[in-house]
Each structure stands twice: as structure tokens, then as C-alpha cells.
């Protein structure tokens, strides 16, 4: 590491923390962009004027603007102490209160050298306030402040004129500081801007798939309850058979699930987009949950006679939001009975992976090409058929995506067309013993 580097991230550091005084997760990126111009205006002052009055003090001249500049900039740091206490609006006045008395007392008792930073003082007020007549108001007392030293200046008791090298030192330093101030409320603006756009096209996707997700809940909730209907409405026919009803009994039980997982997705998708989906982890067993979802879906396997076969060769806990798992392993499982062939084969591995649980389902179904992988976690898909026609919501992989990061965990999909897919699901390790106290807590 060089030596700049070394005092320079402290130096960031600092400067970080005294732009963001005041600054709390709440506020809107205006807002917060605002209030830290603000503290970079209180912190200019505060060092420029507290280097006049040193620099006056040690050159032994003008011991009266010396104490000015002092007690300024620490009347600067008060700025600070109301931005901690959430009185945004107060320190804003305070803040050209106290600069324009400053100025206008520099001004006054040294007629040349405090004009151009009263201007800093005039396009300072234009940023931060925005009601016309307080601009106004500024502005013409500036002029007044400047005009009367130039025109008064014999009757001014205490009022001189700083000489040229001075001047070569004040005019550079106020242009400057005009020159930051506006770029600086250039770069929120621009800022602002792109954050609208971004906003604007996050809401334009969410349109989209609000439009389509509308088409696919009138068909995927509509027509289970339609044929339910109809099942039910023949079950009630006295001439019906036994075996009939069986029959008719496991596909109103199937449809149903079926509504149920997709009317889960759906309430989970929409959560998660109203930003209000959040992960509540624990530690839990991983082959206790996985027996659970697999006895869920035997009515799914047992209609395609599809097989699954486990390889957990020790017993491993996770650490993530139980019931956000559960639906991740139901949707992952559901696609891969859906795009397997009638007496399939579904292969489920877990095993640990460094700090982590990695599950991985394997099928040996119809398969999907790479372009159609890469897009798999983009947005809502066009609901896809299953190897019987079973018809998907085009909304399980979005949702389960979201959850994996929402649990800090990754996925990853391995597909070759006709051959078959795995899905590499991979989360943070639990604790044994506090995975079986889970347990016992849940049946107590």
C-alpha cells in the first residue's frame, strides 16, 4: 500500500461520515442528496473561514476580521447539532443567517473583499430555498450589503481596503467555490434523474408482468374451479360408480393442490415486489423438510408413476426462513416431475459444500436449450407444458430465485435439450443441535 493510499481512505472515511450527519434511511434520494450539500456547504465555511482568521492572526493584520472568521466557523459547526436532532429546515436558516451576517460584517468593514462570496451566499440560497420571495428578499438585501460599503465607505469607521494580493487569493477561491457548489447541484440533479429513469423502467417491467401474470391467474385459477365444478356436480349423479369416485376424488385433490401452490406463488411474488417479502432464518433439518415436501407430491408422482430417489449420506441442518425453503424445494420439484417422462427417474443429492448445504435435483426429462436457461430468472415466462400438458404459472422460477437470494443462498441451472436438467440449489450451513431443537420446539 502507498502512502496516499494509507491517509487517504481514513480521510474518505471522515469525509463520509460528516456529509452523512443527519442523513437516516427514510429520507428520499433527494432529500438525502439536499441535506449532504447542505452539510458540504457548513464544512467549506467551517474551513475556509476558520484558515482566514488563523492565517490573519499569525500575519498579525486585521485582528477584527480575525475574530470574525473565528467565531464563524464555529458558529459553522452548530449546523451539524440540528441536522443530528432532524431540524433540517432550521439549520438551513440558520446556516444563511449566520453567512450572511458574516459576509455582510466583512463586507462592511473591508468593502472590497467579502462581495464575491456574498454572490456564493445569493446562488447558495437559490439551491437550498426554493420559495421565490425568500430569494427575493436575499437578493436584495445582498445588494444593499454590497452597494453601501462601496458608495459609504469614508463613513464606515472601521472599513478599509485589503490590497491586491489579497484580492488575487479571495476572487479565485469564491470562483471556485461557485464553481463546486453548481456542479455539485448539477451532479444531484443528474443523479436524480437517472434514479427516475430506473424507477420509470422497473415500473414499466412491473406493468408487463402484472398484464400478463392477469391472464395467467384467469386461466390456471379459473379453470380448476371450473372442472371441480363439474367433478363435484357428477359425484352428486347417485348413479355413479365407485370406482368413479375414486377417480374423481384424486383429481379434484390434484387440482386443488395445484391451485394452491400457484395462488402461494402468486401471494409470494407480490410481496416480494411490494417489498414486504423478508427472510425470518433459522436452523432446521434439511431431510426432515425435504421427506415433508416429497410425501406432499405423491399424488404428482404417482399420475406419471415418476420415482425419486435421495442421497443425504449425513444428517445436515440449514440456516434459512423454513417456509421460503419449502416453497423453493416444491416448485423446483414440481418442474422437474412436470418435465419428466411417464416412469422417470428424479434424483435428489444433498451434501455439505464448505460452509454451505447444497441440494441438487437431477431429472432426466425433456430438457431446456441455453437461451432458454438464461432467461429463466429474467421475468415472469410464458407458462410452459409439461411431457402430460400439465400447464405452469411462468411465475415458480422468478419467485424461487427471489427467495434464494432473499436466504443468501444461489442457484444454479445445468440443462441439455433432450437429456435432461439439474438444479443446484446452494444455502448457509445450520447447527445440528440447534436444528433438533427446532424440532422439539414445533412439537411441544
Known amino acids: 500500500m502507498s502512502r496516499s493510499q494509507g491517509w487517504w481512505a481514513p480521510m ?5 461520515r460528516i456529509e452523512s450527519v443527519g442523513v437516516t434511511p427514510e429520507m428520499s434520494y433527494l432529500q438525502n442528496r439536499r441535506l449532504k450539500m447542505v452539510n458540504l456547504i457548513a464544512v467549506s465555511a467551517f474551513v475556509g473561514s476558520l484558515c482566514y482568521g488563523v492565517g490573519n492572526i499569525l500575519g498579525g493584520q486585521h485582528p477584527i476580521l480575525s475574530i470574525v472568521d473565528i467565531f464563524y466557523a464555529l458558529g459553522t459547526l452548530f449546523v451539524f447539532k440540528l441536522h443530528r436532532e432532524y431540524l433540517y429546515a432550521e439549520a438551513k436558516v440558520y446556516l444563511l443567517i449566520i453567512s450572511s451576517l458574516f459576509l455582510i460584517t466583512i463586507n462592511f468593514l473591508s468593502y472590497n473583499i467579502a462581495e464575491y462570496y456574498l454572490l456564493c451566499v445569493l446562488i447558495v440560497s437559490i439551491l437550498v430555498f426554493h420559495r421565490i420571495w425568500v430569494q427575493a428578499v436575499i437578493c436584495g ?8 460599503p462601496k458608495f459609504f465607505a469614508d463613513d464606515l469607521p472601521y472599513s478599509f481596503a485589503v490590497g491586491e494580493d489579497r484580492l488575487l487569493v479571495n476572487v479565485p477561491i469564491a470562483i471556485l467555490f461557485i464553481f463546486i457548489l ?8 443528474q443523479s436524480y434523474q437517472e434514479e427516475i429513469e430506473k424507477q420509470q423502467i422497473h415500473l414499466e417491467e412491473l406493468n408487463r408482468d402484472k398484464e400478463q401474470l392477469f391472464a395467467i391467474v384467469a386461466h390456471d385459477i379459473r379453470s380448476p374451479l371450473v372442472a371441480t365444478s363439474q367433478i363435484l356436480q357428477m359425484l352428486c349423479q347417485e348413479e355413479t360408480d365407485e370406482l368413479l369416485k375414486k377417480r374423481a376424488i384424486q383429481q379434484i385433490n390434484a387440482q386443488l393442490q395445484a391451485m394452491t401452490e400457484n395462488v402461494d406463488n402468486l401471494l409470494h411474488w407480490s410481496s416480494q415486489n ?3 417479502l423478508v427472510s425470518r432464518p433459522l436452523h432446521f433439518p434439511v431431510e426432515q423438510l425435504l421427506s415433508q415436501v416429497l410425501q406432499g407430491m405423491k399424488t404428482q408422482t404417482s399420475e406419471k408413476n415418476v420415482t425419486f430417489e435421495t442421497h443425504n449420506p449425513q444428517a445436515l441442518a440449514m440456516f434459512a426462513d423454513l417456509e421460503q425453503i419449502r416453497i423453493i424445494l416444491r416448485n423446483i420439484l414440481n418442474n422437474a416431475i412436470k418435465f419428466s417422462y411417464e416412469n422417470g427417474l428424479i434424483e435428489i443429492t444433498v451434501e455439505q459444500s464448505d460452509a454451505q448445504v447444497q441440494i441438487s435435483v437431477k431429472d432426466s426429462g425433456v430438457g431446456m436449450s441455453s437461451k432458454k436457461v438464461k432467461e429463466l430468472f429474467s421475468h415472469p415466462q410464458h407458462p410452459s407444458y409439461g411431457t402430460s400438458g400439465e400447464r405452469g404459472t411462468g411465475l415458480g422460477l422468478v419467485l424461487v430465485n427471489n427467495l434464494v437470494q432473499i436466504n443468501q443462498g444461489t442457484i444454479k441451472v445445468l440443462s441439455r435439450e433432450n437429456v435432461g436438467t439439474t438444479v443446484q440449489l446452494l444455502f448457509p450451513l445450520g447447527k445440528i443441535a440447534e436444528a433438533r431443537q427446532t424440532v422439539a420446539n414445533a412439537m411441544s
Open 12 to 16: 474518505a472515511r471522515l469525509w463520509q
Open 141 to 148: 438585501s445582498l445588494v444593499i450589503a454590497i452597494l453601501v
Open 182 to 189: 453548481v456542479r455539485h447541484f448539477k451532479s444531484i440533479q
Open 274 to 276: 411490494l417489498k414486504g
